[in-house]
């Protein structure tokens, strides 16, 4: 079984910072993929940041430069430091890894969420 744990939602004022962090563990062979998503209420789960194994990152238009993604590929964790916060970026964000698993199945497991808000 593969298990990925968020932490570090909360609520901050406009302008604030949060750092989450999404630890993957489990039956995991290696991670090909990490990546974080948001899903506002009434709107679809969108792709806000992705980090490859390679160190390859891409980010939705929304953030970008604001927000940062990185990864501690001997940790399997994954963070998503953001800044300059907007009472738009408020949604409740999930973690997702692309891995491979000690069975050698690819698969995509996702984290249980985490509520960011954001406060104007």
């Known amino acids: 079984q593969v298990q990925l744990v968020e932490s570090g939602g909360g609520l901050v004022q406009a302008g604030g910072s949060l750092r989450l962090s999404c630890a993957a563990s489990?039956?995991?062979?290696?991670?090909?993929?990490m990546a974080w998503y948001r899903q506002a209420p009434g709107k679809q789960r969108e792709l806000v940041a992705i980090?490859?194994?390679?160190?390859?990152?891409s980010y939705a238009d929304s953030v970008k430069g604001r927000f940062i993604i990185s990864r501690d590929n001997a940790k399997n964790t994954a963070y998503l430091q953001m800044n300059s916060l907007k009472p738009e970026d408020t949604a409740v964000y999930y973690c997702?890894?692309?891995?491979?698993?000690?069975?050698?199945?690819?698969?995509?497991?996702w984290g249980q969420g985490t509520q960011v808000t954001v406060s104007s």
């Open positions: 489990g039956t995991i062979f290696s991670i090909n993929s």
């Open positions: 997702k890894a692309n891995l491979i698993t000690q069975q050698r199945s690819l698969l995509d497991y």
């Open positions: 980090i490859t194994s390679g160190g390859r990152i």
